[in-house]
């Protein structure tokens, strides 16, 4: 490969939470208790036009998935395989092979921390996961990069506040969260066929493109096109998975061999 592997794995991670966005929990209300006075909520209530839709995400306890993909960061291009495995909502596992199969990096991903050992140079970074503070938004959420890598909403996304607009057999979700706009397409199948967010404060833009396939009973991505701007940084990453699988027994291995550096 042409570049530093290690350093278009990082900010690939780090582009795909660029925009990251979750919900602020409320503080608790410590008050006296106030007696309830019911609330009949309208038929037309978000949370009744989201249910079906929140209902077509897939739940799985872990994910597996091959994929060809094309990186592209500021007009330089690699193509690799991704092999992705997922433990549902603790760790991401990702192995970066090149030409004939041998592989070039690895990365395990977790809530708290990120991994990644670099092969070709012998290097690694050991990192709390607030390390990618540095190049992105400091509202990452772990969970909108797992919802991303099997083709589901982000999570956060689905809220109560959201614009609800049905027409031409789309739904579109839409609205601001914190400092991110964001914009939701789906089909008649509920599934979201793209994903706009922006925070225009920080010149920060990602949109995702899903396209998927019938697999059993299941609707399974096939395609994810990812396409990233963060002020001069303009990256590119097409995954076509070629393998997909969910709920089969994973392994996660990961080490950092002792001769390895860290890197800088």
Not at 79 to 86: A, E, P, Q, V, W
Not at 207 to 212: H, K, L, V
Not at 222 to 242: E, F, M, P, R, T
Request: with cysteine; proline share 5%; aromatic share 6%.
């Amino acid at each position: 490969m042409k570049e530093n592997i290690l350093n278009k794995l990082l900010i690939v991670c780090c582009l795909l939470a660029l925009c990251s966005c979750k919900a602020r929990k409320l503080a608790a209300n410590h008050a006296a208790p106030v007696a309830a006075v019911p609330v009949v909520k309208p038929v037309n209530d978000i949370a009744i036009k989201l249910s079906p839709i929140r209902a077509q995400q897939i739940t799985f306890n872990t994910f597996s998935g091959k994929a060809r993909t094309s990186l592209n960061i500021n007009g330089s291009s690699n193509d690799c395989t991704l092999n992705i495995r997922i433990s549902n909502d603790k760790k991401i596992w990702v192995s970066i092979t090149a030409i004939l199969g041998i592989e070039v990096a690895r990365a395990l991903i977790t809530p708290d921390s990120i991994q990644i050992v670099n092969r070709l140079q012998g290097l690694y970074i050991k990192k709390p996961f607030s390390y990618i503070y540095a190049f992105a938004n400091r509202q990452v959420d772990y969970s909108m990069l797992q919802a991303l890598l099997v083709g589901n909403a982000i999570p956060s996304l689905l809220n109560d506040s959201t614009k609800y607009q049905a027409a031409d057999n789309n739904i579109t979700l839409s609205g601001n969260l914190e400092d991110i706009i964001y914009k939701l397409v789906l089909g008649t199948d509920m599934k979201v066929t793209q994903t706009n967010l922006s925070n225009q404060d920080e010149g920060q833009s990602l949109q995702i493109s899903n396209a998927f396939i019938q697999s059993g009973t299941l609707k399974v991505p096939s395609q994810i096109d990812i396409a990233s701007v963060a002020k001069d940084k303009k990256i590119q990453v097409n995954l076509h998975y070629i393998k997909v699988d969910f709920n089969q027994p994973q392994d996660y291995p990961f080490n950092i061999p002792e001769d390895y550096s860290p890197a800088n």
